[in-house]
């Protein structure tokens, strides 16, 4: 099974993640062992206290071990970084990939 990490960057990661990945994934058939997912620009709001989405995607951390982690300068800019779930870390592209690169065998750009 190849081992894939996302950037949700799209304005449609809300739909992208809510309706096929998170789904897939909470049901054991994304067919692929996701191991990070790294959000900018306007996907910060995903990883928000109280969202639904981000409520799920903090369960699949605790579950299956998926980083994840908030772009830095998009999470100051709009003031978020006390908004967060706890399990979201914030950063940049470094951090990030020092956390997944020798991990995955992709990353994938949604």
Do not use: W
């Not at 969202?51 to 903090?58: D, F, H, I, S």
């Not at 299956?64 to 940049?92: S, T």
């Amino acid at each position: 099974m190849k081992k894939i990490a996302y950037i949700i960057e799209s304005s449609l990661g809300n739909y992208i993640l809510g309706q096929m990945i998170v789904p897939q994934l909470e049901e054991d058939r994304h067919n692929a062992e996701v191991k990070g997912m790294f959000f900018i620009d306007n996907n910060v709001y995903l990883l928000m206290r109280d969202n639904p989405l981000a409520e799920r995607l903090a369960k699949l951390n605790k579950e299956k071990g998926i980083y994840l982690q908030a772009c830095d300068q998009c999470v100051y800019m709009r003031n978020l970084a006390d908004k967060l779930i706890p399990e979201a870390k914030i950063g940049c592209f470094p951090d990030f990939y020092d956390k997944v690169l020798d991990k995955v065998d992709l990353i994938i750009t949604i």
